[in-house]
């Protein structure tokens, strides 16, 4: 995981609190993606980032925003956290075609 | 749903013997596949990828072969060892929005 930060590592939280998750790559990497992972669904893609202030969505963005205001840094915020929003949640940098680098992963408890 | 999807969930392999994990794909177009080994409590970690002009590729005790025929993906790893257990996905490269989709992964039991 060398180059990507994920922090924090775990999380408990209170449905209907905000919640900011932190990724911080030092690989000055253009790409990066924010998936979820949970059992029977395998990694399913949040949101990603083509750049600075380049973001989009992907197949499970519903109840997550993302920004990035700096090369390094990508937000994941859920707004108002719901239990089914309780996962374990990776960062990853990379080119599509050149495959990709997970950070270490946030498990985050909405209780 | 995912075009991407694996044969067996669970693969129990003595240690010593070549391990073979395999994955099937539905888009003929997908000129990109990876393979990925996920350990517990860790991010996924690259193992192998190969090319749609590629049958085969090896690396340092992994080898992916790419049937393009029966869009089918293995990975097979030699003299498994008990390092080798964790959970193995392959990935495919879609081709209608360039967006890399995942297997829900087989997990590799190695036997003593």
């Known amino acids: 995981d060398a180059g990507i930060t994920q922090s924090p590592r775990h999380k408990v939280t209170e449905t209907g609190t905000p919640v900011t998750l932190r990724c911080h790559q030092t690989e000055n990497h253009r790409y990066m993606y924010w998936y979820r992972q949970d059992p029977g669904h395998g990694l399913r893609l949040i949101h990603y980032?083509?750049?600075?202030?380049?973001?989009d969505k992907g197949e499970v963005s519903d109840g997550y925003s993302v920004s990035r205001s700096k090369t390094e840094d990508f937000l994941l915020t859920l707004e108002s956290a719901t239990s089914s929003q309780t996962s374990v949640y990776f960062c990853?940098?990379?080119?599509?075609?050149?495959?990709?680098?997970f950070g270490s992963g946030t498990r985050l408890t909405v209780v | 749903g995912e075009s991407v999807g694996l044969h067996l969930p669970t693969l129990s392999v003595q240690e010593g013997d070549n391990s073979i994990i395999n994955c099937a794909y539905s888009n003929s177009a997908s000129d990109y596949f990876i393979w990925y080994k996920q350990e517990s409590g860790k991010g996924p970690q690259f193992i192998i990828d190969?090319?749609?002009?590629?049958d085969k590729r090896q690396g340092q005790r992994v080898t992916v072969l790419l049937n393009k025929t029966v869009k089918h993906l293995s990975l097979q790893i030699a003299a498994t060892q008990p390092g080798d257990s964790a959970v193995y996905f392959c990935?495919?490269?879609?081709?209608?929005?360039?967006?890399?989709?995942f297997g829900k992964g087989t997990r590799l039991h190695i036997l003593p």
């Open positions: 980032s083509y750049g600075v202030k380049d973001t």
């Open positions: 990935a495919e490269l879609r081709a209608e929005d360039d967006k890399i989709i």
């Open positions: 190969i090319r749609s002009n590629m």
């Open positions: 990853a940098i990379g080119q599509e075609n050149y495959g990709y680098t």
